[in-house]
């Protein structure tokens, strides 16, 4: 690429994207977000859904079922 290239490319390049401008945000969201979070109580079991505790119960079952198949379970976890 010669200098005259180079030129036209950064000209180019200076029309399409034009100059951006900084936005300032009118608040911190940090703290909002903390606040949310701790506001909300945890309950372990209530934040778990119907069908992973469906899943679960399913792999329980397969396991007793055949047991033989521990190993092959374990090697794909």
């Not at 200098?3 to 945000?25: G, K, M, N, T, Y």
């Not at 703290?31 to 079991?45: D, M, T």
């Not at 505790?53 to 521990?70: E, M, N, R, S, Y």
């Amino acid at each position: 690429m010669n200098a005259h290239d180079q030129d036209r490319i950064q000209h180019l390049l200076r029309e399409a994207l034009p100059p951006i401008q900084p936005v300032e945000s009118g608040r911190d969201l940090w703290p909002a977000l903390l606040k949310r979070l701790n506001a909300q109580p945890v309950a372990a079991l209530r934040t778990v859904p119907l069908l992973d505790w469906a899943l679960a119960v399913g792999l329980l079952a397969f396991v007793a079922i055949a047991p033989a198949t521990i190993p092959v379970l374990l090697y794909y976890l």
